[in-house]
């Protein structure tokens, strides 16, 4: 098992700014990278890349709706295995709403 997220805010350009990559480490999925975007094109069979406003990201880390919904109504765009990433959208909302209490600004955009 391996595979990457990449995320970045519309809002603040047209392409990634984080990346997170996972592998299968003693038999349980962890993260062994996050930071900068280091993978220049990603593998469509096992990447995602998700995209959203600011404030749509902002949204779904204080729980106001699942990716599941934002991807429906066109609030969070995505590419990748999308069969996968269905079976995947409990962890991925607990993973924002864990994103959405660290605290941070959102008022500047990152540094590409």
Known sequence: ???????????????????MRIALKVDKA???YGGKVE????????????SATTARWVEMGR???GP???MMFGRLEFSGPKMEAMGNMGPFENFLL?????PGGTQACPAM
């Open 39 to 50: 993978t220049a094109q990603p593998d469509v069979d096992a990447d995602y890349v998700m």
């Open 98 to 102: 864990l994103v959405g209490k660290v």
């Open 63 to 65: 729980g106001d709706y």
């Open 68 to 70: 599941m919904k934002a």
């Open 1 to 19: 098992m391996r595979g990457g997220v990449q995320v970045f805010r519309t809002d603040c350009g047209p392409r990634p700014t984080a990346e």
């Open 30 to 32: 962890m993260c062994v």
